[in-house]
């Protein structure tokens, strides 16, 4: 009772930890846009300013802020190295990738702000000698701000779930464009193209009294001098990039380090799996690498889950074929007379799936290749009851995989296999419940494992557990959970798309009881 308390403490700690970490970072960001616009909308410093362009001079300022605050926080969620330092004592991390994105629909957010904010500003400049599109293009801050919109508008268009799933080389290159956008975001308000009086000046010339006599400016009142506001850019995001090219070199020089190919297997739909040794490698569960192979592509680096054990002499990963990378590395694998490719390592980082031993029960959902963190957690549960670990607080795992192809279910058929025989050895029959479930199929197949349903094993997979047709009823499992378990804090642990992610979320909210005592489902999702 007291380890399902601290599993709940823990899982609701995470919960509220990320929601006041919203809350404030939305404060701070309303609190900064605030005091900017009053600060450019009030002051005497910028009265001058306001009779030539209005209220959009103050926007503008205010929305620069808050882009400048943003710009600070968006490299400290992907520092991969500091977050997996941190997340021994800090599991609220896991929430990284999802600020992440939060702080980037802000930078968007205000961006747009600023650049229709700016619009309205050379609409009224247009009484000057220049016009609104010579100021664009050979000012700094024009030239500037229009590389650095462009550069943000394919680091956002890039990132979406079905680039990143299909192309992934797109989101790897554009995403690159950071570099663009700081740099220009630095210089760009070198030029100084907002301006306000002088100090001095407005002692000599208060606007109160001078701003209504500009007839006489220069006898009773001596003229306004102005200066440029200094780029200042640069102080809010000068600790982040530091910190962030030091989280670079610390990749770079683990990547450096040898790694040596001990086995290649291709199992059935083009899934290789390689089983590498490196020196001082150590990793948990459901942790993941990223994988660089410079025959292939010098810079791309692409994340792979580890799907060994950590009690396995080695580590491995398993690479579906999805692309041209995967093609390209699969190829380089398959050539029988050639030595093996050269691959860089960096990693392994810590993820959701290292909490699962945590919860008494938990609930595995894979979604195609999306099984492997799942298959480390599983090799490591089949070696700690073949050592007899007593300190294993999970007493029930659920596991759901859903393929589209037969082929799929193949690579994963010797372990499940083997965990099967080990529960019945060791008496833990009920330890692992697993449903495999089977979505591209035609009516051979389903015809086919009709006809020899009565079979003491699955006509599919060859393991006892029979495989279903179709996609799981979330509903109904849950509600069977539910029932089961009706007073434990259960884990549900997904690898797998958004619109599945969705289904998982809305069943752990719904099927949670408002009774802390009573059942509650906590969801978690990997993020690369």
């Excluded at 007899?388 to 690579?411: P, Q, S």
Aim: charged share 20%; proline share 3%.
């Amino acid at each position: 009772t007291i380890s399902v308390f601290e599993n709940e403490a823990s899982a609701c700690t995470v919960s509220l930890f990320f929601s006041l970490l919203q809350v404030v970072w939305l404060g701070l960001n309303v609190f900064l846009f605030v005091h900017a616009f009053l600060t450019f909308e009030k002051s005497d410093k910028y009265y001058y300013t306001r009779e030539l362009i209005g209220s959009s001079l103050a926007w503008a300022r205010a929305s620069a802020r808050c882009l400048n605050f943003n710009s600070l926080l968006i490299l400290l969620p992907v520092c991969r190295n500091l977050l997996s330092f941190l997340r021994g004592s800090c599991s609220q991390l896991d929430h990284n990738l999802t600020f992440h994105k939060l702080v980037a629909y802000m930078i968007c957010l205000h961006t747009v702000i600023h650049i229709v904010a700016h619009l309205f500003n050379f609409e009224r400049y247009r009484r000057s000698c220049k016009t609104a599109e010579h100021l664009t293009f050979t000012s700094i801050a024009g030239l500037t701000g229009v590389i650095i919109t462009l550069a943000l508008i394919l680091m956002v268009t890039s990132a979406t779930e079905f680039i990143r799933w299909c192309y992934f080389e797109v989101f790897w290159y554009a995403h690159h464009l950071f570099v663009i956008y700081f740099i220009g975001l630095v210089i760009h308000g070198i030029g100084g193209i907002v301006r306000g009086q002088t100090e001095d000046s407005m002692k000599e010339h208060p606007h109160s009294k001078c701003a209504e006599e500009y007839k006489d400016w220069g006898e009773h009142c001596r003229r306004p001098r102005f200066e440029g506001l200094p780029a200042d850019s640069w102080k809010w995001v000068l600790a982040p990039v530091i910190l962030y090219i030091f989280e670079r070199l610390i990749r770079f020089y683990r990547s450096r380090q040898k790694v040596v190919i001990t086995k290649a297997i291709l199992h059935p739909s083009r899934v290789l799996e390689l089983q590498m040794n490196k020196s001082d490698f150590r990793m948990e569960v459901g942790q993941y690498i990223f994988v660089n192979c410079p025959s292939v592509s010098f810079w791309e680096w692409h994340p792979f889950t580890l799907t060994s054990a950590p009690e396995e002499p080695f580590f491995s990963i398993h690479i579906r074929a999805a692309g041209d990378w995967t093609e390209s590395l699969i190829r380089a694998c398959e050539q029988q007379n050639s030595p093996m490719p050269r691959l860089e390592v960096d990693g392994p980082f810590g993820t959701a799936s290292e909490d699962v031993f945590q919860y008494e029960v938990a609930m595995l959902v894979g979604a195609g290749i999306g099984v492997t963190p799942f298959a480390s957690i599983l090799k490591s549960i089949w070696y700690k009851f073949r050592h007899a670990d007593h300190t294993l607080k999970t007493k029930t795992i659920y596991f759901y995989w859903i393929c589209r192809e037969t082929g799929a279910f193949a690579w994963f058929n010797d372990l499940l296999a083997s965990l099967e025989r080990e529960m019945e050895e060791c008496g833990k029959v009920g330890f692992l419940n697993y449903r495999l479930f089977l979505t591209g199929w035609d009516s051979n197949i389903a015809g086919h494992a009709a006809l020899h349903f009565d079979k003491s094993t699955d006509v599919v997979t060859g393991l006892k557990q029979k495989t279903s047709f179709g996609r799981p009823k979330w509903d109904n499992e849950f509600s069977a959970l539910a029932a089961a378990h009706p007073r434990s804090v259960v884990g549900v642990f997904l690898c797998g798309p958004q619109t599945l992610a969705k289904s998982l979320r809305r069943c752990c909210n719904h099927y949670s009881s408002l009774d802390p005592r009573k059942v509650r489902f906590y969801f978690n999702k990997e993020n690369f």
